[in-house]
Structures are given as C-alpha cells and as structure tokens.
C-alpha cells in the first residue's frame, strides 16, 4: 500500500510529539524510523494504526483519506514493542484472533493459522501460552499475528527492543526476507542505528517531533541535511567553525553559532609522512591516543585547535601516543543557514590537477 | 520474646474468633438439633432467608455491572478530563466512611413517605421505603466501592496493549472486552463478587432502618437474629447465627481460593 | 453504524454515571441539606445539645481506645503470622478475615455470649462483681472484633516486602536486635500501622451492628453515636437524627480523606 503523510501534528498537553510531519511511502518499502528516545516515532506509527487521533494533517493510504477510520478498518498490522500477546489465549489462537473477527471459516482459519506457524518456523508450539515462550518466540507469534488477516500496511514498534543482542541479528535478517517475501509495505521504528542501516530500505530519522531527513541508508549517511542526522548516524567529528582546517581555506566562513562542521573518520588520513597520499594537503597533528576497535585502529588526534577521531586500517603499523603525525582531510560537510554543503579538500584537488 | 508473641496470638484468636464461634454453635443446639432445626425452619426465618436471598441477588447483579462498567468508565475513558475522573474517584470511596446506619438514613429522608418524592410514588404505588426496593438500594450503596476497587487495579495493571492489538486485528469493542479484557478481570470480577455477596447478606444497619424490619415482610436474616437477641430468644438467635457464620466461612475460603487464581 | 455505536457507548456511559452520582452522591448531600435546612443556628443549637455531642465524644473516645488497642495486637499478630512459623498459623492467617466476611450482627451477637452469664468469662467476671456487657468495655471490645482485620492486613504485606538483608546489613554495622527493630524494621511498618490505624478508627466510628447488640442506652456514658441515631429514626425524629449523622459524617470523611492523602504520599515515594 502507498502511504502519504501530510503535516502530521500530535500533541500531548504542552509537549509536541509530532509536529509538521510529511512523507510518501511508495508500495512494497520497508521503512526504518530511526530516532532517540522521545522523538515522537511510537506516536508517528500509533497516529497510522489509528489508535492515536492526529490533532492536524492528514494520512492517505492509496490516496485516500483514512483519519476518520477506527483501527479496526484500517487494514494494518501492528506489533507491539512488548508484543501484546493475548496472554491467555495458545499461540494459535493468538494467531487465529483476526481471522475469527473476518468470520473466516473454520477450515480456512487453520490452514491460515498453520501456513503462518510454518512461515515463523514455529511447528508443534501451537498450543503453548504466550508466558511458555522464548522472548525472540513471542516476537515471531506477534509477527505471525499481525500477518495473519493479510493486512495492507505492516507497522513494527521496537520489534527487538527486548531481545538479547545476538537473536536480535538473527531475528532481523529473518525478517527483512519473511517481508520481501511477503512483499508488504512495513514501517518498524528502533533506536537502533546499525539496525535501521541493516534492514531498512529507506530510514526516516525523527528528532523531538520533526522529520529530519528521508531516504536510503547511504544517502543519509552520506549526505546529511541536518547536523543532527550527521551526529545522529555514524561516528562523527562535529567542530563549530571550518576555520584553520588545511585544504578547505578557502570554505565559507559561517558567522552563526549554530553552523557546524561535520567531519567523518574515515575521511581523516592519519600517518607518518611516508604514508600519506598527498603530502601537500595535509596538516601536522600529534597523536593523543590509539584505540582499538575491532575492525580499525580508532586515532584520535590533536590538529591546532581540534581534537579529531580517525580511523586508521589495521594492517599499517601502529602510531604511538605522543608521536607527531600528518593529517589529511579528505573531505567535510559544512552545515550553515539552513544549508548543508559538501566540500572536498582543495590543495588535494590542485595537486592532482597538476599532476 | 518469640514465644509470648506467639502465645499473644494464639489467645486473641482464641478469645475473638474461636470460641465466640464455638458458643453461638454450642447455644445453637443447645435444646438438640430439634430446636436449632425448628429454628431455622419456623416461617418467620424461611422468610427473611428468601428477602435477604433476593436482596443479595438483587445487589450482586447490579452492583456487578455497574461496578465493572464504572471502573472500565475511570480507568480506559479518555475522553473525560483528568480533573472529574480524579473526582469521581474520591467519590467511590465515600460510602466506606459512611456509617451504615446513616446509609440508611440517607434513603429515609429521601424517599421516606414523609418527603415529596416518597408521597409521589407511594401514590404511583411504588413503595420504596419500608420494602424491597429501599433495601436494595441501600445495601447497593454499601457495598458499591468493593467492585470498583477490585477491577480497577486489575485494570491498570493489564494495560491497554492487548486491548489496542485486538482493535489493529479488526475487532470491535464488544468482543474485545470479553475475548481479551474479561479474561484478565474475571477473578478480580469474582473476588468482588464474593466480597459484594457476603456484605450484602451481612448488612444490618442501613437494612434495619430502611426495612422497618416488619416481620414476615421486610426482615432479612441479620435484622432477625437481631431482633431474636432483644426477644432474649437465643436459641433462635443463635441457630441463624451459626448458619451465617457458616456461610461467611465458605465466603472466605472462596476468597482465598480466589485471590490464589487471580495471582496466577 | 460506527455513528450507532458511539451513541451506544456514549449512553451506557451516562447511564452509569448518573447510576453512580444519583446512588452516592445524592443521598450524602441530602443528609447535609437536611441536617442544615433549618438554618445554622437550628443546626447548631440541635448539635449542641449535649445529648448529640455526648454521644459523638464517647463514640470518639471508645474508638480511640478500640484502635489503640487493636493497633498494638494487630502489630503483634502481623508480626508473629509473618515472622514465625508455629502449629495453626496458616489457618489463623485466613481467619484474620473472618470478622470481615461475618455479618456484624452476629460480630456483636458473639461478643455479648462470650461476656454473658453462658460463659465462662462472663461468669468468672460475674463473680467478681465486674459487669461488662452493656457497659463501654464491651463496646470497645465490639470496635476491636470488627476492625481487627486492618491493622494486620495493612502490616503484613510491608513485613514481606522488607528485604531480610536490610536487617542483616543493620546487625553487620553492630546494632542490637531492638536497635534494628526500631531504626530499620519500624519505619518500614510505619505507613502500614498509621494506615491500618486511621481505616480501623474510621470503621470504629461508623459501626453500628455489632455496637448496638451491647451498648447501653446511658446518654454520655454508653449510647454511641450510630445508636443514638438509630434511637431517633426508630422515635421518628429523622432530623434529630440528621443532626448527629452530619456531625459524625463529617468526622468520617476527614479520616477517610486523611488515609488518602496518606497512601498518595506513600505511593508518590
Ligand atoms: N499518552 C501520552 N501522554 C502524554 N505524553 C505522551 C504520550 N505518549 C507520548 N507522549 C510524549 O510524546 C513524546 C513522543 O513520545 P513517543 O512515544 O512517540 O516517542 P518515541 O520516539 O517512540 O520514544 P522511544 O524511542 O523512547 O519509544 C514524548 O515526549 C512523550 O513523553
Ligand atoms: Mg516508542
């Protein structure tokens, strides 16, 4: 189903949870509301199963206004952060309860109910309490729930929030492919960045009731429009004035104090002088520490008034704190009036040019 | 230390409860089982059992599904402001401070033959006061908190998350109240439905002084026994008594039962 | 059809909100119109009768003594079903709750045998020439049987919740057994014991089945309040009666509202 958000606003007394919202979700996406707490992504999603009443906009589905519809004929289907599993019904009866609301028949509701068991993989639970499961069983059952009466529409709320790390891994990739498979259009909110950045085809990052940018995952990454989104996904430097960085003098100097320079580590090269690519870009800096980080060393170095994380790959030779080191910024994004800008580093481009 | 707290309780219990209850049995057939037998069955006590029965079906049916509808009304209706369901909280707790006898009297002067509104539907001929009606009403007025204050907790506790998953699967109100609330609620239902059983069969005060306690009429049980104690009939007294007592007795072994289950 | 059910359910609230207001609220505001439709001076002059204060004061008077009394047993008990373990506890444990599920009238009809002349109790007390029944000792002791219950049930659950390692780190830091009671254990009942206390004054005063099988009719000396007005309706004197009631009401209702106030500030922390 295709999905049209238009200047969504909820309040709750003096707070705003949703303010201004506007999006289009085309037919088949799954969608990732990315956030921190208290963004307003749960009253986003609660506003579309029409639990919530939008205090003003409107939510078309197919392009047709439905704010005036009840949950009940909204054709969606909602998982629960904490499942909300009928907890004194049996997995199949949980799974069985929007089919006997369409007054499906009987033999048609247990092959439904049973072709769902097989999807989540659960055969022989059937008739288990809720309370008899594994937490990453229950998130399957409410899955399997809210798929059952074939909704339109697939709306997640923290689906993994209380899974332990690794099923969590598990869990999401499980569900990316039972969704493809299906083939229907979801939206699932987490906090989670990598989650999002894994699963989604497209993220919406949420920030105190506002949408901060829409699209794919490395679009967002790469082209952040808010000094937010850049802070908010992937590891960053955030510094206040683009001012004294080599190779980008020539960058407009912002006068606001709410500009910010984004700089991400990988774009910093850090080595002794041999090392570095081109030389003639790069700044002095002196290392203040060295971590290890699993797939890369984590630098972080002093550069005139700043202090910079950088990646460095694991197969160079290790720099020792304290030693003096070149610094070449290969790129930045300079955020200012409202505008974010891309910026490559200039003495690196002359050079090549020369060469 | 420990042994006189123990012995302290085993001599309060004793003196309270045990053998309190062991004299009313004791009295009780005193004259044989032929007296506590003809006791019970002399017409005088057959009818005042069949009032107090329709008295505590009457109340429990109502107070039932009032009690359930109101704490549903205070608990999930957010339609209606923080500041009135606050109040109409407050309000459910009055009638515990309110002595009986004044319940009671509360119905007298309302609707006693001597106010407007009494004239009125005396001359409809509906009586209130004096009869069936006004003892209904004021043993609802006593035992109105106990179901509100079982279900509402229950209520809170279960939350609104299954409730909103059954609407998002397509159901209406009406089966998701008794597919997914009511199996929650239901023991919380059941204790209050006992508790409302046993004070509506044990209320005396409101029920003495709305009854009249006119034999053969308006006389339940308990304004009975009362009345056979000032009758110095203790036998009588007595072997009613003990049929009460026996009966609050399987009242709280059901409780008990049931605040078990509602754990689980 | 959704227009047809919100109308529904929008009737079905009224109604039970109009059920609820005309059952409680009605006939407490009644009591109030009637005992002050005379007027304040009526009203004044009707309860400053010394018949109506007496009696109200000796109602206060024997049910402070009856929750004192009952404050202090119900502690012990609560302390002794909670703590140790003994021949019959559990047993004892689900008869706490008999004097609730007992109809008051036989509450007060097994008060009056046990200090009758059946008795050996009451004969022993015969033969020393102390008379109770009829007198305020058997009223207090009427109070105790039916408010026996609160003090324990408001106790006990506090007594499982403390933390048996709270206790233990008191006597690792060197405290006596009686130290740790009163600067660990106590606070931690406190709430329940002032709670239990005030629910079983407020119930004290109000009681009216068990008072009246064996309170006397000595104005000031043992005629309770709800007897007093049970007195005036049975003589047809209804606003005499509403007279007392609003004094009393009054009374309870400051209670009642101070045991709420209570339990918020306990469950705000
Ligand atoms: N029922 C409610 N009553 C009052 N305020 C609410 C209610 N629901 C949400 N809020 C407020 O609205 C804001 C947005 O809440 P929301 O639950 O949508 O955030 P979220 O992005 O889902 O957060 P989280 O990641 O912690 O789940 C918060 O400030 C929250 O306190
Ligand atoms: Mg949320």
């Known amino acids: 189903m295709q999905i049209e958000v238009r200047n969504l606003s909820k309040k709750f ?73 009928f907890k004194h019904m049996s997995v199949f009866d949980n799974i069985a309860f929007g089919l006997t609301v369409q ?139 683009p001012a004294h960085i080599v190779g980008f003098e020539s960058a407009p100097r912002p006068h606001s104090e709410k500009a910010r320079v984004l700089i991400r580590p990988e774009a910093i090269e850090v080595g002794r002088e041999h090392e570095i690519s081109n030389l003639s870009a790069a700044a002095l800096g002196i290392v203040r520490s060295v971590q290890f980080r699993g797939s890369v060393w984590q630098v972080e170095v002093e550069v005139g008034e700043h202090r910079l994380l950088a990646h460095r790959t694991l197969e160079k030779e290790t720099l020792l704190p304290g030693e003096q080191v070149a610094v070449l910024i290969h790129s930045l994004h300079l955020f200012h009036d409202e505008q974010s800008l891309f910026l490559e580093n200039e003495l690196k481009r002359a050079n090549t040019r020369a060469i | ?117 009494g004239a009125f539907l005396e001359d409809h001929g509906v009586k209130i006061v004096f009869a069936l009606p006004g003892m209904i009403l004021a043993t609802l007025f006593v035992t109105f908190p106990l179901m509100v204050r079982e279900v509402m907790p229950v209520l809170q506790e279960i939350g609104t998350d299954q409730e909103e998953a059954a609407y998002t699967l397509g159901a209406g109100s009406w089966r998701t109240f008794w597919r997914v609330t009511w199996p929650s609620i239901r023991w919380g239902v059941l204790y209050g439905v006992v508790l409302t059983v046993a004070r509506a069969l044990g209320e005396f005060g409101a029920v003495l002084v709305v009854s009249g306690n006119i034999i053969n009429k308006t006389q339940s049980a308990t304004t009975l026994v009362y009345q056979q104690v000032e009758n110095f009939n203790f036998v009588a007294a007595n072997s009613l008594a003990f049929v009460l007592a026996g009966f609050s007795i399987v009242v709280l072994m059901t409780l008990e039962w049931a605040k078990r289950r509602k754990e689980v | 059809m959704i227009q047809n059910k919100r109308w529904l359910r929008r009737s079905v609230q009224s109604t039970v909100l109009v059920y609820f207001l005309l059952l ?54 609560a302390w002794a079903l909670v703590r140790y373990r003994f021949p019959g506890r559990r047993l004892l444990n689900s008869l706490v709750d008999l004097p609730f599920a007992l109809p008051t009238a036989v509450g007060g009809l097994m008060i009056l045998l046990l200090l009758g002349p059946q008795s050996w109790l009451g004969s022993w007390l015969a033969g020393h020439n102390i008379e109770i029944v009829y007198q305020q000792p058997a009223i207090v002791l009427a109070m105790i049987f039916v408010t026996f219950p609160f003090v324990i049930r408001t106790i006990q659950p506090l007594l499982e919740e403390l933390d048996p390692s709270e206790e233990e780190a008191s006597y690792t830091l060197g405290a006596t057994r009686s130290g740790t009671f009163w600067r660990v254990i106590f606070p931690a009942m406190r709430p329940g014991v002032i709670g239990g206390a005030m629910l079983a004054f407020s119930r004290a005063l109000a009681e009216f089945g068990a008072v009246v099988l064996v309170a006397g009719n000595i104005p000031g000396k043992t005629l309770t309040a709800s007897v007093q007005i049970y007195g005036n309706v049975e003589s047809s004197n209804p606003s005499g009666a509403a007279a007392v009631s609003v004094l009393l009401l009054t009374l309870s209702f400051l209670v009642l509202w101070s045991v709420n106030l209570l339990t918020e500030r306990k469950d705000a922390r």
């Not at chain 1, 709320?157 to 099923?167: C, L, N, R, W």
């Not at chain 1, 569900?175 to 493809?180: A, G, K, V």
């Not at chain 2, 059992?49 to 109340?59: K, T, Y």
């Open chain 1, 103 to 241: 007054r499906k028949s009987k033999s048609e509701i247990r092959d439904r109910v049973h072709e769902m068991i097989e999807l989540i993989g659960l055969q022989g639970l059937e008739n288990r309490a809720p309370h008899q499961l594994s937490g990453g069983q229950r998130q399957r059952v409410a899955f399997a729930r809210a798929l059952a009466p074939s909704p339109q529409l697939l709306l997640l709320d923290e689906p993994f929030a209380a899974i332990d790390a690794k099923v969590r891994k598990e869990l999401r990739t499980w569900l990316r492919e039972m969704i493809s498979r299906v083939g229907i259009t979801s939206i699932f909110v987490t906090h989670d960045q990598e989650e999002a950045v894994e699963v989604a085809d497209e993220i919406m990052i949420i920030n105190q009731g506002r949408l901060e940018q829409k699209g794919t995952p490395w679009q967002v990454y790469k082209e952040p429009l808010t000094p937010f989104v850049a802070g908010f996904l992937g590891e960053s430097n955030l510094l206040h004035n």
């Open chain 3, 24 to 77: 409680i609220l009605v006939p407490i505001l009644g009591i109030y119109v009637q005992g002050l439709s005379g007027g304040w001076a009526h009203f004044a002059e009707s309860i400053l009768q010394p018949i109506a204060w007496d009696s109200v004061l000796l109602t206060i008077k024997l049910a402070v003594i009856a929750t004192l009394i009952n404050t202090a047993l119900g502690t012990m008990l």
């Open chain 1, 13 to 85: 007394g003096r707070v705003s949870a949703v303010d201004h919202v506007n999006f289009e979700i085309e037919q088949g996406k799954l969608i990732g509301l990315l956030g921190p707490s208290g963004g307003g992504k749960t009253t986003i999603l609660r506003m579309l199963a029409g639990l919530e009443k939008p205090d003003a906009g409107e939510i078309l589905f197919q392009g047709n206004k439905v704010n005036h519809l009840p949950p009940q004929e909204r054709g969606i289907g909602f998982v629960f952060q904490n499942y909300a599993l």
């Open chain 2, 1 to 117: 230390m420990k042994k006189l707290n123990i012995t302290v309780t085993y001599l309060v219990f004793l003196l309270l409860l045990i053998i309190p209850l062991g004299q009313v049995l004791s009295s009780a057939f005193s004259t044989g089982f032929s007296g506590f037998w003809s006791a019970l069955t002399d017409p005088q006590a057959l009818h005042a059992f069949l009032i107090s029965g329709i008295l505590v079906g009457a109340v429990t049916a109502l107070n039932t599904l009032f009690g359930v509808l109101l704490a549903m009304l205070l608990v999930r209706e957010t339609g209606i402001s923080r500041r009135i369901r606050q109040f109409l909280n407050a309000v459910v707790d009055l009638p515990f401070a309110v002595s009986p006898i004044i319940g009671g009297l509360m119905i007298l002067l309302l609707l006693g033959p001597h106010t407007a509104l």
